[in-house]
Every structure is written in structure tokens, then in C-alpha cells.
């Protein structure tokens, strides 16, 4: 998982385990597949169209498992494949019209049909603009076609597979209410769309039939026609999601007729690909963005003896696509082979009994032979001598659809986790069983902080107030009292620059820290605000005790003014105490504001067994830090994200030593060559990396180990 | 330009001018520097027949007309030297193929074929772009079918195509004649002629001009079509035509033609008319001249060119008619038409033919230093980036 993250601004594509995207294969064309339907099988409006179960990773299991059988009668085999028998529809009264003359009935026709109408959308019929784009990106998410230019009319959408979502999402509808009947249906399971047809009425349906979007039938040759006139189209049914999967030669939503037929055209008669037959990908944000698959197919009659097609799959988001490309590069494929090398047979049957060449050569001269009508197209079907092709296109594209579809998901995620929030998930999968009451009770928390008993283990101790969220490191604690610290600016006002100086420094080094004062509450609160100087992984607070704790055990201790603390702990340079008097005069800094009131009734001193010397450097992080913090331009949100920065960089500099010293287990000159390429070779920085090791996740360090003992070790399981 | 083509004069003269011939050492005029620098020759010998003063768009020559209607079959015939037969096994075009004619021939331009199925004025595509830089469209009319349709969208795309740019030349290729006896190809054209200029004539569009060529693949009546529609893109024809003229006037010559060796196009001739099979002659001279040194001309390894400086050809008809090819540039030969009885003075001719040459090279050399200094002017344009004939929507092979 660790290294799974995509550097993505936006999400990470994870692969699921669900067996649509783990089945691998394309289903034989040998198959029937695909029940027939009633004739008014489109989708009532655009706004249904979506794609399947993106968010929900392996919800659905393959509908089409069965379609791989090879045996069998064709019925049972349809049944086997989809789940759903290919019996006669019902209300057959109430059917009207052709498949293909379809369109909703609820956008306004439009009265020119092809390319041009979804430039010419936008400012004829703005309402319908509009819908379009709501149903294309929120919704619609994917269409996979099959194009082919025509000799005699030109680029052609054949045969288009939809998915429809069912019943309509709330709200969603546009004028076009799915009714009674739709959920009537859903829960018998079966394919009517009887109960759909009667929401509708002929008369609707024949108006729509007038400005149906597709081509006019006199345009229409055997070569540019997939299924039959009357016929309805296929339809199935995944019924665990209610998506249903749709084919036409063309959609019936004017909106997406013109986008396939635009994507049609692009794909086979402007997009350039190297070689002619291969992949590219085009498009932009207003007509989706297409992946296309273009390739010929072996025709005896055909002028060049070959014909052109694609397959294209049309997708809103890009990022999407991008990420299916090599799945759908590899299915596609798969089904164009597959209808290559039935053509190959067909053609190299034809050419045996009647070779073309020599009889164009003959006929050439003899006039009126060679008219531009002259060649009847044929059909794909005739081309593959294959019935079943359009029933087992449907079941391939539908496969495809679903596929594509359950084989990733996103995840959010705001930029690469940071390696507090690895820790901090570790920590939190530690504390998982009792975690429940501490996701927000801050109070709760507190209330337990004061009574820990001595022998506090060190799951206390190392636990991470889950407050602060998992996302963001900045602290985010919200003082309820005026007698808190603020932030380390805040602390640094307060203190004073060199007290503050030397505490940081003993923060930074992992030094013990010790908060003397009689209110918890501000020792709490000092330790929140330190505690952003460190990785999460190095940060051990007791936030309050009555008797002094072994610096192995916390390295923020706040104790009650009357414990006593050890001599050699009060003289060790390993240890700072800070002590909060209660002030004399009632105001030591005259600097501070209002806010600063609480706080002037204590005077706070500063003590360690070494005081570090005013003229050392100390560690770099710690002279860029007080440079923020000093900065007044910067505000307090801003100094914060460069603490998360700064932090950042000196982990990263923290995981470099220890693949080179702990994992290699390099020598002593190395490691000092490293320092000095890492600009860390002073003593307080090399002091700072080393304590800062401590706070390394426990998924990455087991990583490293066990890449460094098998390189081909799969990634440590978060 | 200056030099009087007249009488014969000694040699020695000859060689002084020879080292007179400043600037034209590039043309490979001297014995050392046609092998030393060929590719530049190549380069700058490249005739652009766009306005001097435009920018650097090579002129467009667009092939339009309905599917099927023998578009790429004459883009293949012309410039590929496709066999007409191979052309019955082209595929439909399925986007509009591009060609650039310039590093294999003397001719500089761009061919478009066109899709016949696509219809071009769909807002989709930006028609305007493609008529903009269009210096003639071809109109492809299939003579053996059916031709309504096809005028009905010759008078869309004329009409289409002119308002946008009123300097395209409109050429309609009445295709496929092959199929039509002779007295039913006057009738088609003139059927034609009279259908499409009425049509213009409806829309209030007299002023736009239409050429009309009868045109097969299978003979040479392409080539000859496509030689005066590339003419009439080649600003300096008219003196090209004049040197012609007083070139012949003054050899005892009949008939010479100024070929493009590689696609036999003929880019200016004398203004004598010109007979179709005179012209038929000089393309198979040509073919003949370049087969042979194909075949004997080249060395062991294949190394050198069939058609060099040295390439001469004198082919004697039957008919007291000769034959005389020379090379006058790396991509242009002249072949002239001498009676027997002239070509005994062929000491004249030879010095006449070096003054014309030298002729054609002046006329050349201003536009070489036109196409130099706009070269360097586009390498700056080129720098920042600019890209003349960016389409969003047409994307082409
Ligand atoms: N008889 C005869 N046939 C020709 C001639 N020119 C082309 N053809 C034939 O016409 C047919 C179509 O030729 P193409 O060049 O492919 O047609 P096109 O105009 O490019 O067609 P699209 O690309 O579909 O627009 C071929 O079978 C050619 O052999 C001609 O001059 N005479
Ligand atoms: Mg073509």
C-alpha cells in the first residue's frame, strides 16, 4: 500500500479484487448473449446513464460469468450468460416504432442530427445544453461503440452499448418521471419494459419518432446498418446493481447520439494513427474523451479489399480513461481479433472461388459497370458469416462496460501521505478496539490525562490524541481557556526568544521536557503546541503526573510544581524544566496583548543541566523554524504548513540514513559522506536525525527491510 | 535576361561567360559544384509558387468532387506513378490525405485529397481554414455516372470556397473519359459546362470562372489537365512563356515544353497550341530517357541519379520530326520539337538552349533569394513558436 500512492493531486486508482476486472477474458463470440427486449428500450433521459459501481470497488460480481460456456443450447446459454431468460416480452400492444427511431421524449428534438448538433446545442437550446452536461458528468460515465466508415456514406456509428441506471436517482429526473411501473419491475427482476411503454404514450413516441436523431433510413446502406429496422436492440440486466446494459445501433438521447456520432467521426476520418490500425486517444472536456481502436476487416468486394472500423469507448473523465487504457486496450484487441479472423476466413473462401483481382481487371472498361452506387456494402454479419454477432458484440461491450468499470476505484486523497499520517494510522489500527470514544471527545481524553497511574504503559504513552486529524498535522486544539499556549509563535512571546530557542532545541533533540505548574491545562496545552515540532512518531507525553517519569518513557513530562525531580535528571544536559511561577507583579510582558493576560499571572523559567551556548548553531531545522516563526508576514496557518514542510524534509533526509546505515548497514565514512550530501554533518543535526529515526513508520521501515532481503518483495501490507 | 539569342559565336567566348556566371554556380553550373553541395541545389531549386510577399504557405491544390469519383487515383497517377490498372484497388479515402509535392519535383505545393463521403461544410469543420490557403480546386466529375449530384455539389463547394477566397482557381475534371466515345464527351462537357455556369448564374455568381478539362487516368489527358492548373499557380509564366517563344523563333524550332521530369507535369510551353499528341510524345520521351539511364545510367551500387546535368536525348521520328531533350535545371528538362532540316543547325540550337538556360536561372534566382531570406524569417517564426496551418478540427494524414 505504502508505495501504491499515486502522487496524483486528485485520487489513486487502486486495484479491486473483483472478479469482472480478475475474470480477464473476453467472452466467445461463440456465444449467444444478449435477451431481446421490447422495442422501447431507451433510456427515458439522459440523466440515467452511469457508469457501474466506479466507488464501490468489487460490489458486483460478473453477471457475465456464464457467457464463457461453449456448449448448450443457445436459449439456456443466454440464460446462463445474462441471468436473464430471452423471453417474449410482454405488452407487445403498447410497442411502437423501431429501436432506432427512438429519442426521449424529454429534451427537445433537435432538429439537425448529426456533428454539428453538439456545437449547435449550446446556444439553440441552452436548457438542453445544460442538461446534457449534467447528465454526461455526473452520470453518464461510459459508452463503448462500434464505427465504421461506409464507402458510400462515411463515418457511421454501427452498434453502441449504454449503460442505464435504474430505477432514476432522486431528484434526477427531468420531466420524465420513470413511475410506478419502473420499480414494479426492479423488483420482479425480469426484462419487461412493458410497464416502462405504458408510462409512455404512442403519441409521444411518434413525435419523437420525427426528430429522432439518427440517420434518415433512405441514407442507410447494408454496410452502415447493424440491427435489422424493427429491430429492438439487446438489453441485461446486472441485477445486483440495477444497471442495466443497452445496445443500438445508435443512443437515442439526442445529446448522446451527437457525441458518439462526433467521436465516430473523429475516430475514423480525423484522428491519425501511425500504422492506421491501432489505439490513440482524443477528445476534450465538452464531448468526453475517447479511447479508439481502429482496424480494418477483410472484404472481397470492398474497393482497397478492406473496410475500415473502430471501436471506440467514450468517458467523461479523462483521468478515468487514461487509467483503463491497458484493460482496454487488451479486451479490444481481443474482440477485434476475434472478428478479424472471421472475415480472414470469409475473404479467403470468396477469393478462392472467385478471385477478385483478375475480374476487376476484365471488367474495368466495360462502362457503367463501376457506378458509384454500383457495390452493394455488406453487412458486418455477412463479413464474419457470424448471426450471432451483434447479440455477441452486445454481451462483449456490456462485459467491457461493467469490467472497466469495477476494476478501480478512487480513493481520496489530498497529495501523498505525509509520515505522521502513516504513523498516525498505525497507531490508530493499534488502538482500533477502544477508539471509538476517542475519535472527537477531547474532554474525555483530558479527563483521563490527569489521574494516569504510574504505571501508565506505554500504550498511553504513546498515544496519539486523535483530535488532530488524520489529514492535516497542523493542530488544530481549540483552547477553551485563556491561560493556554497558542502556538509556538504564541510560546515564543511568551518565553521570550532565547528561553524559547532553548527549548526548542531540547525538543528537537529529543530531550526530556519537563512542565512544572499547577494548571494542567496550560502544561497540556504547551505540550500540544511543542509537539508540532516533531514527527508524530516521536512524540511520548504524559501529559500530567504526580511523580517524576523516566525520560525513556515520555519526553514531554508535566508534573505538579511539588515533585521532586531527580539531581542527575535536573543537572543532565538531556533534560530541560520549565517551571511556571505564579508571577509577582501582575505584568512581566508588557508586549503581550489581551490574550496574553492568563498567561502574565505566571512567570516562566527556563532550566537545563547545559544551557546551550548562545554562539552554537544548532540544527538547521531549528534556525528555519525560529525564521518562520519571527516572520510576522506569515500567518499562523502558514507557519504551520511550513512546520509540516520542514518536518517533511528532514524525515525524508531520516529515511535516507537509515536505508544507508540500518538496512546497508554502511560504513562509518559513508555515512559521514551522506551527512554532508544531505547538508546534516553538524553534530546537532546528525543528534536530530538520530533521535528523529525513532519516529519512523513501522510500514516503512518493515519495508525497507524486506526489499532489501527480497527486491522483488511485494509492498508490506499497511 | 539581357542576352540576345542570336548567332552562333566561338567558343572561347563561350567559357569567358561561363566565368562570368556569377551566382549561378549554385544551380550547379560549374563542374565542381553540382557533386560538392547536391542537396542544396535540391533545396533552393525548389520552386515555391506562392506570392513572394505572402507568407511561407505552399499553395494548396485541393481534390474534391463526390466518392468514387477518381480523386486519389489521379493524385496516385500523377504524382506516384501509379499504374492506372492498380488504381481499380484504392481504398475509399476515409480523411483528407495531405501531400506535400516538393522534395521529390521542381513544383512546390500541396495536394489534399479529400474524402468524397465527408461533407466538409458541417460546422465541425473549419472549411474556411482549408479555403483559405487553397491556390486551386480541383472539382472531380464522374463522366460515366450519373453527374447531377456531383453539380449540385460543385455548386455548394464553388460558392462555399469563394467566399472565403475569391483567388482560387476552380478546375473541374470531367473524369473517367475513357468510357465515352468522342462525340458523347463534347456533349458531356458541354452539358456540363452549360448546367454548372447556369447554376452560378441563378446565384448571381457570373464572375466566378470554371475551367473545364476532359480527364482519364489511362492516357495523358490527366497530365495535362493537372499541367495547366499548376501553370496558371506559377507566377512567372508569362516569362517563362516569352523566353520560350523567343527561344524557338529564333532555333527553327516548332514546339518546346518545359517539363517537371519527375511527375511530367509541363510548366510553361511556347505559345504555339499545343496538341495532345505532341505532349503525349514528350511524356514517353521522359519515360524513355529516364527508364534508359535507370536501367545503364547508374552506377554498380545504385549510386547517382537518373536525371543529372549530362542528361541529353535525341529521338528521330519517321516523320522528319526530332525529338531533343535537355536538362536546363535538377528538375526541369526541355523538349523541343525540331524539324530534320533545323536540327542540322544544331551548333545554333545548343547555344540558343545555353542562353535560355542561363535565362531560366536569372528568372529562378530572384525567387531563390526571396526563398532564402523567408526562410531565415520563418526559422525566426519558428522560434516563437508559431504554427501557420494549425486546425482544431480537421486533423490530417
Ligand atoms: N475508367 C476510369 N476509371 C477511373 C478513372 N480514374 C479513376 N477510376 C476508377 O475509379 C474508382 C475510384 O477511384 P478513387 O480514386 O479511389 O476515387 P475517390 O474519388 O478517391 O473516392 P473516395 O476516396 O471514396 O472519395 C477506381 O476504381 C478507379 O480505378 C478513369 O480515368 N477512368
Ligand atoms: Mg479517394
Known amino acids: 500500500m505504502f508505495f501504491n500512492f499515486k502522487y496524483s493531486p486528485r485520487f489513486e486508482m487502486v486495484s479491486s479484487t473483483s472478479p469482472a476486472g480478475a475474470a480477464g477474458t473476453i467472452p466467445c463470440f461463440s456465444v449467444g448473449g444478449g435477451a431481446e427486449v421490447g422495442r422501447r428500450t431507451g433510456p427515458a433521459s439522459g440523466s440515467r446513464f452511469r457508469f457501474p459501481s466506479r466507488v464501490r470497488s468489487c460490489g458486483a460480481r460478473a453477471i457475465f460469468w456464464g457467457v464463457r460456456v461453449d456448449e448448450g443450447p443457445l436459449a439456456s446459454r443466454c440464460g446462463g450468460a445474462l441471468g436473464q431468460p430471452a423471453r417474449p416480452p410482454r405488452g407487445v400492444d403498447g410497442w411502437y416504432g423501431p429501436a432506432e427511431s427512438r429519442a426521449s421524449g424529454s429534451a427537445p428534438p433537435l432538429p439537425r442530427p448529426l456533428v454539428s448538433e453538439a456545437a449547435g446545442t449550446r446556444a439553440e437550446a441552452p436548457h438542453a445544453g445544460r442538461e446534457a452536461s449534467c447528465c454526461l458528468q455526473d452520470t453518464m460515465n461510459a459508452i463503448v461503440a462500434l464505427c465504421h466508415f461506409c464507402e458510400l456514406h462515411g463515418p457511421r456509428t454501427l452498434f453502441c452499448t449504454e449503460v442505464l441506471h435504474a430505477p432514476l436517482p432522486q431528484g434526477a429526473g427531468n420531466g420524465d418521471s420513470p413511475g410506478q411501473g419502473e420499480q414494479a419491475e426492479e423488483e420482479e427482476g425480469g426484462i419487461q419494459m412493458s410497464s416502462r411503454i405504458r408510462a409512455h404514450s404512442p403519441a409521444e413516441g411518434a413525435s419523437a419518432e420525427s426528430s429522432s436523431p439518427g440517420p434518415k433510413k433512405s441514407d442507410m446502406c447494408e454496410g452502415c446498418r447493424s440491427l435489422a429496422a424493427g429491430h429492438p436492440g439487446y438489453i441485461s440486466h446486472d441485477k445486483e446493481t440495477s444497471i442495466k446494459y443497452v445496445s443500438h445501433q445508435h443512443p437515442n438521447h439526442p445529446q448522446l447520439f451527437s457525441i458518439v456520432r462526433q467521436a465516430c467521426v473523429r475516430s475514423l476520418s480525423c484522428e491519425v494513427c501511425p500504422g492506421r490500425e491501432g489505439p490513440i486517444f482524443f477528445g476534450d472536456e465538452q464531448h468526453g474523451f475517447v479511447f479508439s481502436h481502429t482496424f480494418f476487416i477483410k472484404d472481397s468486394l470492398a474497393r482497397g479489399f478492406q473496410r475500415w472500423y473502430s471501436i471506440i469507448a467514450i468517458m467523461m473523465d479523462r483521468i478515468y480513461l487514461i487509467n483503463s487504457w491497458p484493460f482496454l486496450l487488451g479486451k479490444i484487441r481481443g474482440i477485434i481479433d476475434e472478428l478479424q479472423g472471421k472475415a480472414l476466413k470469409v475473404f479467403e473462401a470468396e477469393q478462392f472461388g472467385c478471385p477478385q483481382r483478375a475480374q476487376r481487371m476484365n471488367t474495368a472498361f466495360t462502362p457503367f459497370l463501376h457506378q458509384r452506387n454500383g457495390n452493394a456494402a455488406r453487412s458486418l454479419t455477412s463479413l464474419t458469416s457470424d448471426d450471432n454477432l451483434w447479440a455477441c458484440l452486445h454481451t462483449s461491450f456490456a462485459w467491457l462496460l461493467k469490467a472497466c468499470g469495477s476494476r478501480l476505484t478512487e480513493k481520496l486523497l489530498e497529495g501523498a501521505p505525509t509520515e505522521d499520517t502513516l504513523v498516525q494510522m498505525e497507531k490508530l489500527a493499534d488502538l482500533e478496539e477502544e477508539s471509538e470514544s476517542w475519535d472527537n471527545s477531547e474532554a474525555e481524553e483530558e479527563e483521563k490525562a490527569p489521574v494516569l497511574p504510574e504505571g501508565a504503559g506505554g500504550r498511553e504513552l504513546t498515544k496519539c490524541p486523535t483530535e488532530s486529524s488524520l489529514l492535516s498535522d497542523c493542530a488544530n486544539w481549540q483552547p477553551r481557556k485563556l491561560s493556554v499556549f497558542k502556538s509556538l509563535r504564541h510560546m515564543r512571546q511568551v518565553l521570550g526568544a532565547p528561553s524559547f530557542r532553548m527549548l526548542a532545541w531540547h525538543v528537537l533533540m529529543g530531550n526530556q521536557v519537563i512542565w512544572k505548574s499547577r494548571d494542567a491545562d496550560l502544561v497540556h496545552s504547551a505540550f500540544e503546541v511543542l509537539r508540532t515540532m516533531l514527527p508524530v512518531g516521536c512524540v511520548r507525553i504524559i501529559p500530567y503526573s504526580s511523580q517524576y517519569e523516566e525520560a525513556y518513557r515520555c519526553n514531554f513530562l508535566g508534573l505538579s510544581p511539588h515533585v521532586q525531580i531527580p539531581s542527575h535528571v535536573l543537572s543532565s544536559e538531556f533534560a530541560v524544566v520549565v517551571e511556571a511561577h505564579t508571577a509577582p507583579r501582575s505584568s512581566l510582558h508588557p508586549a503581550g496583548c489581551e490574550d496574553d493576560q492568563s498567561l502574565s499571572k505566571y512567570e516562566f523559567v527556563v532550566t537545563s543541566g547545559s544551557p546551550v551556548a548562545a554562539d552554537r548553531v544548532g540544527p538547521t531545522i531549528l534556525n528555519k523554524m525560529e525564521a518562520a516563526l519571527t516572520n510576522q508576514n506569515l500567518s499562523v496557518g502558514v507557519v504551520d504548513q511550513c512546520l509540516v514542510c520542514l518536518k517533511e524534509e528532514w524525515m525524508n533526509k531520516v529515511k535516507v540514513l537509515f536505508k544507508f546505515t540500518k538496512v546497508d548497514s554502511r560504513p562509518k565514512e559513508d555515512t559521514q559522506k551522506l551527512l554532508s550530501v544531505l547538508g546534516a554533518s553538524e553534530e546537532d543535526n546528525v543528534r536530530l536525525l538520530k533521535f528523529w529515526m525513532t519516529g519512523l513508520s513501522k510500514t516503512y521501515k518493515s519495508h525497507l527491510m524486506s526489499a532489501v532481503r527480497s527486491p522483488t518483495a511485494s509492498e508490506p501490507r499497511n | ?397
Not at chain 2, 182 to 209: F, P, S, V
Not at chain 2, 328 to 349: D, M, P
Open chain 2, 1 to 397: 535576361m539581357s542576352q540576345v539569342l542570336g548567332k552562333p559565336q566561338p567558343e572561347d567566348e563561350d567559357d569567358d561567360e561561363e566565368d562570368e556566371l556569377v551566382g549561378l554556380a549554385d544551380y550547379g553550373d560549374g563542374p565542381d559544384s553540382s557533386d560538392a553541395d547536391p542537396d542544396s541545389g535540391a533545396e533552393e531549386g525548389v520552386l515555391d509558387f506562392s506570392d513572394p510577399f505572402s507568407t511561407e504557405v505552399k499553395p494548396r491544390i485541393l481534390l474534391m468532387g463526390l466518392r468514387r469519383s477518381g480523386k486519389s487515383s489521379i493524385q496516385k497517377v500523377v504524382f506516384h506513378k501509379m499504374s492506372p490498372n492498380e488504381t481499380l484497388f484504392l481504398e475509399s479515402t476515409n480523411k483528407i490525405c495531405r501531400e506535400d509535392v516538393s522534395n521529390s519535383s521542381f513544383v512546390n505545393f500541396q495536394i489534399w485529397d479529400f474524402p468524397g463521403q465527408i461533407d466538409f461544410f458541417d460546422p465541425t469543420f473549419d472549411y474556411e481554414m482549408i479555403f483559405r490557403g487553397t491556390g486551386a480546386l480541383i472539382f472531380v466529375i464522374d463522366s460515366q455516372d450519373d453527374y447531377m449530384e456531383a453539380l449540385a455539389r460543385l455548386h455548394l463547394t464553388v460558392t462555399r470556397a469563394y467566399k472565403v477566397n475569391t483567388d482560387i482557381n476552380f478546375e473541374v475534371f470531367i473524369h473517367k473519359v475513357d468510357g465515352l466515345s468522342d462525340d458523347h464527351k463534347i456533349e458531356t462537357q458541354r452539358d456540363i459546362h452549360q448546367r454548372a455556369n447556369d447554376d452560378l448564374a441563378d446565384a448571381g455568381l457570373e464572375k466566378i470562372h470554371l475551367s473545364f478539362y476532359l480527364t482519364s487516368i489511362y492516357d495523358h489527358s490527366i497530365f495535362e489537365a493537372f499541367s495547366k492548373v499548376v501553370q496558371k499557380l506559377i507566377p512567372q509564366l508569362p516569362t517563362l512563356e516569352n523566353l520560350l517563344n523567343i527561344f524557338i523563333s529564333n532555333s527553327g524550332i516548332e514546339k518546346a515544353f518545359l517539363f517537371d521530369v519527375v511527375s511530367k507535369i509541363y510548366i510553361a510551353t511556347d505559345s504555339t497550341p499545343v496538341d495532345m499528341q505532341t505532349y503525349e510524345l514528350c511524356c514517353d520521351m521522359i519515360d524513355v530517357v529516364i527508364d534508359i539511364s535507370c536501367i545503364y545510367g547508374l552506377k554498380e551500387d545504385g549510386a547517382g541519379t537518373p536525371y543529372d546535368k549530362e542528361s541529353t536525348a535525341i529521338i528521330k521520328l519517321n516523320n522528319t520530326t526530332v525529338l531533343y531533350l535537355k536538362e536546363v535545371t535538377k528538375f526541369l528538362a526541355l523538349v523541343c520539337f525540331v524539324r530534320e532540316e533545323s536540327f542540322e543547325r544544331k551548333g545554333l540550337i545548343d547555344y540558343n538552349f545555353h542562353c535560355f538556360r542561363k535565362a531560366i536561372h536569372e528568372v529562378f534566382e530572384v525567387r531563390m533569394k526571396m526563398v532564402k531570406s523567408r526562410k531565415v524569417q520563418n526559422r525566426l517564426q519558428k522560434k516563437k513558436g508559431a504554427t501557420p496551418n494549425g486546425t482544431p478540427n480537421v486533423l490530417l494524414q
